[in-house]
């Protein structure tokens, strides 16, 4: 991946910002869109896909630009597992250079696998994930992949970090511009109840001696069992040091 001209950039940038020819509830949703059609259109990538948060901190297919990136997203919500989920759920840019063959995540190689074996979807190689936060929360998680796999370059990766931070912006923007509709209400909650959930997810780490991510899906499955969202859930256990359903 080369330099990005500065040009297509400036160029990119002022398309984004340009008023959307819709109203309401669709214009977030065409904005995210926008960000990864831009994203695909500025990098060397076979495509780019955006997933954001929902009331239970699980990640939610949002915007791609391709069967690929939409199939990979799918894969790895279906899972529990990959780069963009790690991206999210770490707060910082995973990468891998071949993500069928990871065996970080064997769950989601297998279930990209069957995905993509269709011709019409199309291959997926190489994946980096970046983390997306608003107001000091991380939201979601902006991705993008290439068809091979492919030895991630720091300079790719940096410029595509930026971008996401570009894309924060943009989503900033939306928000408190259009405070109605589902997606400006999901991200609301999201920021609310992010910081809560990391606090939580510490908690049983520290208490029970567990990896992130096994004391995540702690969190997430007392939160479902108790039919509670996942931030209430979390204040809950940080102020009473038990999950629903703990005895001392």
């Known amino acids: 991946m080369t330099a990005i001209d500065a040009a297509t ?36 990538v076979a495509g780019c896909g955006l997933m954001l948060a929902d009331e239970q901190g699980h990640l939610q297919y949002v915007a791609a630009t391709d069967a690929a990136s939409a ?103 939306g928000v408190q511009a259009h405070q109605s509709g589902r997606l400006a209400a999901q991200l609301d909650y999201a920021i609310g109840h992010r910081a809560p959930i990391e606090r939580g997810v510490g908690y049983l780490m520290a208490r ?7 004391a995540f899906q702690r969190l997430r499955s007392a939160a479902r069992a108790a039919r509670r969202p996942i931030g209430d859930v979390a204040r809950a256990l940080t102020t009473s040091g038990r999950l629903p359903g703990e005895h001392r």
């Open 71 to 173: 199939a990979m997203e799918d894969a790895q919500l279906r899972t529990g597992e990959g780069p963009c989920v790690d991206a999210f759920r770490q707060g910082e840019t995973v990468t891998t250079d071949d993500a069928a063959g990871d065996p970080r995540w064997p769950g989601f190689a297998d279930a990209l696998s069957r995905a993509t074996d269709s011709a019409s979807v199309g291959s997926v190689g190489a994946v980096l994930g970046t983390p997306l936060r608003l107001r000091g929360a991380v939201v979601g998680s902006l991705d993008v992949h290439h068809a091979a796999p492919h030895a991630w370059r720091d300079d790719e990766t940096a410029a595509l970090v930026r971008f996401g931070r570009v894309a924060e912006t943009l989503l900033d923007v």
């Open 208 to 214: 029970d001696g567990l990896g992130q991510e096994e």
């Open 9 to 44: 950039l400036a160029r990119t940038l002022r398309e984004l910002g340009a008023d959307a020819p819709v109203e309401g509830e669709e214009l977030l949703d065409v904005a995210l869109q926008r960000v990864v059609d831009a994203c695909a259109g500025l990098f060397d």
